[in-house]
């Protein structure tokens, strides 16, 4: 269990209210979530302001000390993930904390691969050798992240989101082959500062799409100097609705992606037989 957040918009937003301050921010859910569970074994904020995502991650719990509400005031960019941990694979540690960063692309995940210890190996052998070698924590998440990598160089054109469908089909499967009564969960989240995409399977996850410039519920600003020879659009993703807004569930074994307009959120599900015959309440 961890806590995600994604944004991206058109123009550069800041998002510190969002990631510490408003009614349900996700330092917020970080300290007690929906269940009443605490995430308190690291955080992480990736932000594309100029094509390059700018990458900050501690090993410590995210309301300790001032760091992570220093790092979230300083972000103004068009694209933003986050991410607050609970481990449940791999130790407290900085290799194990998300985002997870290769050149452009930055990966988050909610979730957990059951009986990672048989499921490693064989992963392991998918993964491309460049990718293998540059794995330097214990998490499922960044073996997840790998075989997205490996899967996207092989297949250059091929759309991201494409891409992380057919990688999340392909580690539900192997999930089945080892036990096929505890599926995976894999809400993730990724971007390479262009295109942003992600995934539900098996956690709660919500999002809110605006158009045009709004007011904060906390501090009454609107976040973004807008340009008004264009209309303003924002995209946000997130384990628990943040604020007050028409936040709505992203369909579960599904994945998303932003149009680049930014006109609306699109979702496919994901192709798997696994999936299409496991029970409605592993998925709900």
């Known amino acids: 269990m961890c806590r995600l957040y994604g944004f991206h918009a058109n123009e550069n937003t800041k998002v510190e209210c ?31 302001s100029d094509g390059e995502p700018s990458v900050e991650r501690q090993c410590w719990a995210a309301w300790q000390g ?19 941990r609970r481990a449940t694979v791999g130790g407290t540690a900085l290799e194990n904390t998300h985002p997870f960063r290769h050149g452009n692309w930055v ?3 909610n979730g957990t691969i059951p009986h990672f210890n048989e499921v490693r190996p064989r992963l392991l052998e998918a993964i491309a050798g460049p990718h293998r ?3 330097e924590g214990e998490t499922d998440s960044e073996h997840v992240f790998r075989y997205f990598l490996t899967l996207h160089d092989r297949t250059p054109g091929r759309r991201p989101h494409d891409v992380l469908k057919a990688c999340l089909s392909d580690i539900i499967a192997l999930c ?3 036990d096929a009564s505890r599926m995976p969960a894999l809400n993730t989240i990724l971007s390479d500062g262009v295109c942003v995409a992600g995934s539900r399977l098996g956690r709660t996850l919500w999002y809110l799409e605006r158009k045009g410039t709004v007011t904060c519920e906390y501090c009454g600003l609107s976040h973004v100097q807008h340009n008004p020879r264009q209309e303003y659009r924002a995209i946000e993703i997130a384990s628990e609705p943040i604020t007050h807004e028409d936040w709505r569930h992203v369909p579960n074994a599904s994945v998303f992606h932003f149009s680049p307009s930014l006109e ?3 979702f496919a599900i994901i192709d798997s037989p696994v999936l299409a015959n496991w029970s409605q309440t592993n998925v709900a």
């Open 133 to 135: 070698d540059l794995i």
């Open 176 to 178: 089945a082959d080892i």
């Open 66 to 84: 001032e760091h992570f509400s220093e790092a979230a005031a300083r972000i103004y960019a068009k694209t933003v993930i986050s991410h607050i």
């Open 18 to 48: 969002n990631l510490v301050h408003v009614q349900n921010a996700l330092l917020k859910q970080g300290i007690q979530d929906r269940d009443g569970l605490t995430h308190g074994n690291g955080w992480g904020i990736a932000a594309y």
């Open 264 to 266: 609306q959120i699109e």
């Open 107 to 109: 990966f988050a995940h």
